[in-house]
């Protein structure tokens, strides 16, 4: 936290991680024995397993909120105003999602589209775009270009994703006017998008070196970039005409991982290469974190960029009413080169596996030595 402080608890932290690994092992034994919440996508964990994900938030909510609150400075900067604001909206998120009030029929269909689409943009979203607000210029060391720039789109963002939700279900048995409503509110997210994404750049203005000579920089600008596009992507989807052509395809499997795995992944993965190198004093060999990267950014892609075009044509043969086996062979040589785009991806998590492994695991040269 950006707050000239020390964490509030470490103590905290670790039962907050301890009671999200529970979760994941509990919830995944869950799942296997056939114990799930029916149909309800991303929250297939019945809720006595969430309930410790509950626990994790609360105590993580509590542990940042007091890291800020005795902070050694007089503003709280914009990075802060994400990483909180996104535990905020998760537990608001998962509360909304897992209470019995509206888990039947249409509501159960409403609070879906409203989970489903805000966790990724009120919880994941917000809070690697906070990191990005830290990292990206104290990596470039210079300031964010305008602190005006970021309030702007951290209060819009809030004020259009909240309510996009329902654009999921375009021509679904719900109210036109919610489906209206999320169309709106999916065209207002230009508005965060474009300022947050000039706000990255322009920071980068004078710096663009780094970005050929540090191994840490090229994962933030891949992560700023895919924003933009993914973001503008997912407008142009909301529409009623590019839902409909679009929707039931592989186009969002595509967007979906142009979302999680270029804004996220590689958001995080640049935080790690900054973070643990100063905590172990132990550097990561540059050539392989070269070689993660260029895997990882072409194979994601040969993985995205055939899917999308495929689906284009498919959606459109579905349009035309064609047989649906004709779409299905259609797409065999879409799915050969996501085959492939996949494949080099897998390949850049196992370098990576190795290079943390250098960052935390191996002797230091000067260690060997003495």
């Not at 994790?56 to 900067?77: C, G, P, Q, S, W």
């Not at 409403?110 to 917000?126: A, D, E, K, N, R």
């Not at 540090?214 to 992507?233: E, G, R």
Request: charged share 10%; glycine share 8%; with cysteine.
């Amino acid at each position: 936290m950006v707050s000239n402080n020390s964490i509030f608890s470490i103590k905290l932290g670790w039962i907050a991680l301890l009671c999200t690994n529970l979760m994941i092992i509990f919830g995944t034994i869950c799942l296997m024995a056939g114990i799930n919440n029916g149909g309800g996508e991303f929250r297939e964990y019945i809720w006595p397993v969430m309930a410790l994900f509950a626990v994790a938030l609360i105590l993580t909510l509590i542990n940042f909120f007091m890291t800020v609150a005795r902070r050694k400075t007089k503003e709280i900067y914009i990075s802060n105003w994400y990483i909180v604001s996104s535990i905020i909206f998760t537990i608001i998120v998962a509360l909304t999602a897992y209470l019995p009030f509206w888990q039947d029929g249409v509501s159960e269909t409403i609070v879906q589209g409203y989970f489903m689409h805000s966790g990724v943009g009120m919880w994941f979203t917000l809070y690697t775009l906070g990191l990005l607000y830290y990292f990206i210029p104290q990596q470039l060391n210079k300031p964010i270009y305008a602190y005006s720039l970021g309030i702007l789109a951290f209060w819009t963002q809030i004020l259009f994703y909240t309510i996009i939700g329902t654009h999921h279900f375009i021509f679904a048995p719900i109210p036109w006017w919610l489906q209206t409503v999320g169309i709106v509110g999916s065209a207002g997210m230009i508005i965060p998008v474009v300022a947050a994404v000039l706000n990255y750049l322009m920071t980068f203005r004078g710096q663009w070196h780094k970005v050929t000579n540090t191994y840490t920089v090229p994962f933030f600008f891949v992560a700023v970039i895919y924003y933009f596009i993914v973001s503008i992507q997912g407008t142009a989807e909301a529409f009623k005409y590019t839902n409909l052509l679009w929707h039931f395809t592989d186009f969002t499997v595509a967007h979906a991982h142009l979302g999680f795995y270029g804004i996220i992944t590689f958001g995080i993965w640049g935080g790690i290469y900054t973070i643990v190198p100063r905590l172990t004093g132990k550097e990561p060999i540059q050539m392989l974190v070269g070689a993660h990267f260029w895997l990882a950014f072409i194979g994601l892609l040969l993985y995205t960029i055939p899917l999308s075009v495929g689906a284009t044509l498919r959606g459109l043969m579905w349009m035309d009413g064609k047989p649906f086996i004709d779409s299905v062979v259609l797409m065999f040589d879409w799915w050969l080169w996501r085959a492939i785009g996949g494949s080099l991806m897998f390949l850049s998590h196992l370098i990576f596996m190795y290079n943390f492994y250098q960052m935390t695991c191996k002797k230091s040269i000067e260690l060997e030595e003495a």
